[in-house]
Every structure is written in structure tokens, then in C-alpha cells.
């Protein structure tokens, strides 16, 4: 099997070799180990592969040599195609009395007595002293002085409105606000769980291997096996459209090869790349078009009044942002960035969100519940009934609607 195969994160000219053991007769997979990627184009691409008698194996793309290996290499297949001489035993075990520690904890270690390993990580930092102006009484967050309950609010069906809570603006000035507690520090008399220090082991015999014997499928080769070509076969698998194949060649002269990639492939691979030269030569055209626009508009926004004297340096920076490809491209997408911020403000009103606490969530119109359908409605009942009388009743929210 020998192609392209781009899919995902593979990337790679297949080289797959189906080999029969002369001993065992069956054929086994020999993959080529590190084989070279595929062009990252969507040009017309040949790919050569061309296997000589001295057991040599070239690839190349597009006529270059990307690759180049030995069949009889344990290093260039996988798995190679000469066994090897011998195998793990399959039938041999590990002893039981077979001990693999190279380190083994010390025996007669103790624990020191001083050794507490109840201590906490952390403890208070007795030396910490509450800044000065802490607010001790009030708290972090407020009542929402600006809310009012929405007149649809239905507080039989609702439960009891709540104003959102806001950030305490006193809280900004002063240091903290709310009960002070003492921070927390590493404990010196922290050691944690103790364990006895290793040792070397004495009964260590090393990582366990099984015995050697001779491999029944090795077999000495001086060339492959290759069965002769009966048909061609093309795998495709894909998930795009506009991949063709044609012109497979097979032939015993690489200079026919040669010559049929000049004449079948090279005209055709030309001219789709002076087609890509004039299709990126028209987006070049297409981005400079854009760019005059941009500049002239950014030239007129240098005249405005509230630049000042900073519009010396906004038309030095115009200039070199003219002629540097990179610093014109970060302009073009900041005037993008720019004129899409004004549109959403002029859009959307430029109202600054406001951050809805949790618990206040629950707290919406009753028009956004409409929806309980009937069997929600008797399952809560029917679990109002099986709640204590006594119980005080639960308020309920809009999360359970």
C-alpha cells in the first residue's frame, strides 16, 4: 500500500508491505517506520516510490527524494521483515519468591518522638494585628438601594421580593469589611504522616525477565518476497470533495518514471501554480483596496479637533503603518474592532450590564413562569400536603416554577 494519507493529525506517504513468512506461511504487515508528510497545498502532487535490487526503498514528492531506506533494516520497518533470533518464552513465569524492590523501607527505622503528625498544614498568624479602620459592623454586600419590586410581583405566588445585592461602597474605602479573622500561615511544626527511609534492598534480584528461546518463525533473508503485481487498488476515504487520482504507473526503469512525472504531471503542476500566483496577486490587490479605504478615513479622523497635540504622532504612525505589511494589517483590524464596538454601543445603547446575584435570579417577572404546566402544579401541592403542618411554610421561587 503506498500514498497519501492526510486525515485529522495523521500526515503521511503510506509505505505498507504485506511479507510471507517462509516458515509459517502467513503474511504479516511491515509498515514503514517515519514516513515523510503530504503536502499541505491543493496543488497536483506525484509520489514515487521505487524499490530497487540491492533491497534499497526511495520515495519521493513530486520527483524529490523525501525518504530513502532498507528493507533489511530493523530500523526502518515496523515490525521488521526479518524476525528476530530469539523470543521471550511464552511459557515461562516469574517466581514467587522473586523480589523486583531495588529499595525497600528501613525495618528498624522509628518514628522520632518529636514527630507529630496530627499538626495542621496551617495555622493563625498570632503576630497579625486587624488594620486600622476595618469596618467590623458592616457588611460586604448591600440592598440594592435603586431596585424596586416589579409592580406585576405576585408575592402569594412569588414568595417575598428581595432587592439584588450590590457591592457596599464603604467597603472601597476602608480596608475590609465584616467579622476579621486572623490569616492563616504555614505551621512550622508541620512534618506530615511520617514514613522510615529506604534502604537497599538486599533480597533485590532485578526486573524479572523471561528466558530466551529460539524464535520457530525466524528465517534469514537476502531479498523480500514480493508476489507479483496482479491488480491495482485505490482506497479512498475522505470527507471533501475535489480529490482526484489518475495516471498510476507502474514499469521496471525509474527513467520511465521520469520521464512520464515531466510530461503527465509537470505541465499540469505549472500551471496551477502561476493560477495560485494570480489568485493571491488578487487578494493582495483586493486587501490594498481595502487599505486605501481605511487610510482615508483614518487620515480624516486625524484632522478631527480632540486629537490635539498628539496628531503629529497619530500621522507618523499612519505613515509607517503604510508601508510595514504587519503594522497595516493590526491597524486594519483594529479600525474593524473599533467600528464594530461603536455600532454595538449606538446598537445596544451602551448600558452597562448589571451583575444579577445568584439568589436574585430566582427573583424575575411572573410572566417568565406561564409555562408550569398542570402536573407541576399538583406535584407541588401534593408536596405541600406531605410536608409537617407544624413546618413553616416554604416560600417559593421562581427557579422552582
Not at 331 to 352: D, E, R
Given at each position: 500500500?503506498?500514498?497519501?494519507?492526510?486525515?485529522?493529525?495523521?500526515?503521511?506517504?503510506?509505505?505498507?508491505?504485506?511479507?510471507?513468512?517462509?516458515?509459517?506461511?502467513?503474511?504479516?504487515?511491515?509498515?514503514?517506520?517515519?514516513?515523510?508528510?503530504?503536502?499541505?497545498?491543493?496543488?497536483?502532487?506525484?509520489?514515487?516510490?521505487?524499490?530497487?535490487?540491492d533491497n534499497?526503498?526511495?520515495?519521493?514528492?513530486?520527483?524529490?527524494?523525501?525518504?530513502?531506506?532498507?528493507?533489511?533494516?530493523?530500523?526502518?520497518?515496523?515490525?521488521?521483515?526479518?524476525?528476530?533470533?530469539?523470543?521471550?518464552?511464552?511459557?515461562?513465569?516469574?517466581?514467587?519468591?522473586?523480589?523486583?524492590?531495588?529499595?525497600?523501607?528501613?525495618?528498624?527505622?522509628?518514628?522520632?518522638?518529636?514527630?507529630?503528625?496530627?499538626?495542621?498544614?496551617?495555622?493563625?498568624?498570632?503576630?497579625?494585628?486587624?488594620?486600622e479602620?476595618?469596618?467590623?459592623?458592616e457588611?460586604?454586600?448591600?440592598?440594592?438601594?435603586?431596585?424596586?419590586?416589579?409592580?406585576?410581583?405576585?408575592?402569594?405566588?412569588?414568595?417575598e421580593?428581595?432587592?439584588?445585592?450590590?457591592?457596599?461602597?464603604?467597603c472601597?474605602?476602608?480596608?475590609?469589611?465584616?467579622?476579621?479573622?486572623?490569616?492563616?500561615?504555614?505551621?512550622?511544626?508541620?512534618?506530615?504522616?511520617?514514613?522510615?527511609?529506604?534502604?537497599?534492598?538486599?533480597?533485590?534480584?532485578?526486573?524479572?525477565?523471561?528466558?530466551?528461546?529460539?524464535?520457530?518463525?525466524?528465517?534469514?533473508?537476502?531479498?523480500?518476497?514480493?508476489?507479483?503485481?496482479?491488480?491495482?487498488?485505490?482506497?479512498?476515504?475522505?470527507?471533501?470533495?475535489?480529490?482526484?487520482?489518475?495516471?498510476?504507473?507502474?514499469?521496471?526503469?525509474?527513467?520511465?518514471?521520469?520521464?512520464?512525472?515531466?510530461?503527465?504531471?509537470?505541465?499540469?503542476?505549472?500551471?496551477?501554480?502561476?493560477?495560485?500566483?494570480?489568485?493571491?496577486?488578487?487578494?493582495?490587490?483586493?486587501?490594498?483596496?481595502?487599505?486605501?479605504?481605511?487610510?482615508?478615513?483614518?487620515?480624516?479622523?486625524?484632522?478631527?479637533?480632540?486629537?490635539?497635540?498628539?496628531?503629529?504622532?497619530?500621522?507618523?504612525f499612519?505613515?509607517?503603518?503604510?508601508?510595514q505589511?504587519?503594522?497595516?494589517?493590526?491597524?486594519?483590524?483594529?479600525?474593524?474592532?473599533?467600528?464594530?464596538?461603536?455600532?454595538?454601543?449606538?446598537?445596544?445603547?451602551?448600558?452597562?450590564?448589571?451583575?444579577?446575584?445568584?439568589?436574585?435570579?430566582?427573583?424575575?417577572?411572573?410572566?417568565?413562569?406561564?409555562?408550569?404546566?398542570?402536573?407541576?402544579?399538583?406535584?407541588?401541592?401534593k408536596?405541600?400536603?406531605?410536608?409537617?403542618?407544624?413546618?413553616?411554610?416554604r416560600?417559593?421561587?421562581?427557579?422552582?416554577?
Amino acid at each position: 500500500m503506498f500514498g497519501p494519507d492526510k486525515c485529522g493529525a495523521t500526515n503521511k506517504v503510506h509505505f505498507i508491505l504485506k511479507h510471507k513468512n517462509p516458515n509459517s506461511g502467513e503474511y504479516i504487515e511491515h509498515h514503514l517506520k517515519y514516513p515523510p508528510s503530504v503536502p499541505s497545498d491543493k496543488l497536483t502532487h506525484v509520489y514515487t516510490a521505487i524499490l530497487k535490487s540491492d533491497n534499497e526503498l526511495r520515495i519521493l514528492v513530486d520527483g524529490e527524494e523525501k525518504k530513502k531506506v532498507n528493507f533489511l533494516s530493523n530500523d526502518d520497518f515496523e515490525p521488521p521483515l526479518v524476525p528476530p533470533k530469539t523470543i521471550p518464552d511464552p511459557d515461562d513465569r516469574k517466581p514467587e519468591d522473586w523480589d523486583e524492590r531495588a529499595k525497600i523501607p528501613d525495618p528498624v527505622a522509628k518514628k522520632p518522638d518529636d514527630w507529630n503528625e496530627d499538626a495542621p498544614m496551617e495555622i493563625e498568624d498570632e503576630d497579625a494585628v486587624k488594620p486600622e479602620g476595618w469596618l467590623d459592623d458592616e457588611p460586604e454586600e448591600i440592598d440594592d438601594p435603586e431596585a424596586t419590586k416589579p409592580e406585576d410581583w405576585d408575592e402569594e405566588e412569588d414568595g417575598e421580593w428581595e432587592a439584588p445585592k450590590i457591592d457596599n461602597p464603604k467597603c472601597e474605602e476602608a480596608p475590609g469589611c465584616g467579622e476579621w479573622k486572623r490569616p492563616m500561615k504555614r505551621n512550622p511544626a508541620y512534618k506530615g504522616k511520617w514514613h522510615a527511609p529506604l534502604i537497599e534492598n538486599p533480597n533485590y534480584k532485578g526486573v524479572w525477565k523471561p528466558q530466551l528461546i529460539g524464535n520457530p518463525n525466524y528465517f534469514e533473508l537476502d531479498r523480500p518476497n514480493f508476489d507479483p503485481v496482479a491488480a491495482i487498488g485505490i482506497e479512498i476515504w475522505t470527507m471533501q470533495d475535489g480529490l482526484l487520482f489518475d495516471n498510476i504507473l507502474i514499469a521496471s526503469d525509474e527513467r520511465v518514471a521520469e520521464s512520464y512525472r515531466g510530461t503527465a504531471w509537470k505541465p499540469k503542476f505549472d500551471e496551477e501554480k502561476e493560477k495560485q500566483k494570480v489568485e493571491e496577486a488578487a487578494d493582495s490587490e483586493g486587501l490594498k483596496g481595502v487599505q486605501k479605504v481605511v487610510f482615508y478615513y483614518l487620515y480624516k479622523v486625524a484632522d478631527l479637533p480632540f486629537l490635539g497635540d498628539h496628531k503629529v504622532k497619530f500621522l507618523e504612525f499612519l505613515e509607517k503603518a503604510k508601508k510595514q505589511p504587519n503594522l497595516t494589517i493590526g491597524v486594519l483590524l483594529s479600525f474593524v474592532v473599533v467600528f464594530f464596538t461603536i455600532l454595538l454601543k449606538l446598537v445596544f445603547g451602551g448600558k452597562k450590564p448589571t451583575k444579577v446575584p445568584a439568589k436574585t435570579r430566582t427573583q424575575t417577572k411572573k410572566s417568565d413562569s406561564v409555562e408550569t404546566s398542570n402536573n407541576q402544579e399538583s406535584s407541588k401541592e401534593k408536596d405541600e400536603q406531605n410536608e409537617d403542618p407544624a413546618a413553616p411554610r416554604r416560600r417559593n421561587t421562581r427557579r422552582e416554577n
